[in-house]
């Protein structure tokens, strides 16, 4: 297929130039990079490949296993810094100590304010607002944070915090991405009453969640839907082609969690194979339902064809992705409420030209066009489930027209370089507001 066909472009980004210069962009994230979470690392470092100063402070300790290519190129590493400090509570004192003799002397009222208990809570006790805050003001001296954008919206309401204490200014940005606006929001109800106030943007990744803010008490105008992206250009497009007497190759990639709906997956595919169907079902990932589902796979006989290979490297996964037929993703609504926004996984394959059987779930549906470029069933109908499976495996000429829909699809509405171009546009239009 030629290029132009499949919408390929180059992966080159250019650096971006304002008549205001590069902005200073504070990130607020988890752990960086986070292995699962290519769609925040690629953000960032779009950001800098644009020619912005950009900074990730991390919430929870960051465990470096092999770094991506643009965090090594732009040097994001050594502009990474620990937000609430180290949990031994000696080395944490230390570091209070030295912030206090750096900083801390010249704001007694964000000091004041960090350890106020009775407002902030076990965050104020335990020392970590005050490392938090007197962190980001020692950067914000020398940097001046035009934006501070919060990858969950539980981040958030850390940020709120922050700038409450005096500790940051700039916009506030906030992205949604699943079980901050669906599982979280199920048992805190009120927890972003204050940051939809004050916050200034808010980046669901579907509109889905974007309906669940606005009937949080979110105003609509304050959102704009932003896709998660992945980095197209590191998919190649593959026409699917079933050779005569091979097994028809189905995947599933995710944690092993209630919300991935994995049980009704392998029922769907115990029925197909029931039914006469040559089929081989590999699961990949780990979680805490590994036990349970190999269970499953025994009790109902499948143990040939249904196979739980544990967690795999991107590369791996990548190499899954193009050597199988078709994709199943058959995301559920957790008892704890959880939701999807719109899987990784799913886009990826779509972006190799791979059809996909999913479910009407989340933010799946305005990826996944039923008919067109997958099937659409019912969350948990396992029936429904099989039976597209069964279409699938028993026209594989339909495979094709599927895969290039699929795929520009993926090219149109989720590329990382076209979203990061957005995002960059976002970032610049808060910032010639606020002059």
């Known amino acids: 297929m030629q290029a132009e066909q499949t919408g390929e472009r180059s992966n080159v980004t250019p650096v971006r130039h304002y008549e205001s210069g590069p902005m200073n962009v504070a990130y607020i994230v988890g752990s960086f990079p986070h292995v699962s979470e290519t769609f925040i690392v690629n953000q960032i470092v779009g950001m800098a490949a644009r020619g912005h100063d950009v900074h990730v402070f991390t919430t929870v300790p960051t465990v470096i296993g092999g770094i991506p290519t643009g965090v090594q190129r732009y040097r994001l590493l050594e502009h990474t810094h620990s937000l609430y400090g180290p949990r031994n509570p000696f080395i944490r004192l230390i570091k209070v100590t030295g912030l206090m003799i750096s900083q801390g002397w010249r704001v007694p009222r964000l000091v004041l304010r960090a350890l106020n208990v009775m407002r902030y809570g076990r965050v104020a006790a335990s020392l970590g607002l005050l490392i938090a805050g007197l962190t980001l003001l020692r950067q914000q001296r020398t940097h001046a944070y035009d934006v ?58 579907s509109q889905s969640l974007a309906d669940r803010l606005v009937a949080t008490g979110c105003v609509r105008a304050k959102i704009v839907v932003l896709h998660s992206g992945i980095e197209c250009g590191k998919f190649r497009y593959i026409e699917r082609r079933l050779i005569e007497g091979e097994p028809v190759r189905i995947l599933m990639i995710g944690r092993l969690t209630e919300k991935k709906g994995i049980v009704y997956a392998i029922q769907a595919v115990a029925r197909v194979i029931a039914s006469g169907r040559n089929l081989s079902f590999t699961i990949v990932g780990e979680g805490p339902l590994r036990a349970e589902l190999q269970r499953l796979i025994e009790e109902l006989g499948v143990s040939e064809s249904v196979k739980l290979i544990g967690w795999r490297t991107h590369e791996e996964v990548v190499g899954l992705i193009e050597s199988a037929h078709v994709l199943l993703a058959p995301s559920v609504t957790g008892t704890d409420g959880d939701e999807e926004g719109i899987p990784n996984s799913v886009k990826e394959a779509m972006a190799t030209g791979m059809p996909v059987v999913s479910t009407s779930h989340g933010g799946i549906p305005e990826l996944v066009e039923d008919g067109v470029s997958g099937y659409l069933v019912a969350e948990r109908d396992v029936e429904a489930m099989a039976d597209r499976l069964r279409q699938l495996i028993d026209r594989p000429q339909a495979w094709a027209a599927m895969g290039r829909a699929a795929r520009m699809r993926v090219l149109a509405e989720f590329d990382t370089e076209k979203l990061n171009d957005e995002l960059e546009r976002l970032y610049v239009a808060l910032v010639e507001k606020s002059k």
């Open 148 to 205: 501070i954008h919060c990858q969950f919206g539980t981040y958030g309401e850390a940020a709120l915090r922050l700038r409450e204490i005096g500790a940051i200014t700039g916009r506030l940005v906030t992205s949604f991405r699943g079980f901050d606006a669906t599982k979280y929001l199920r048992t805190n109800p009120h927890a972003y009453d204050a940051l939809f106030r004050t916050g200034d943007l808010f980046l669901p990744v």
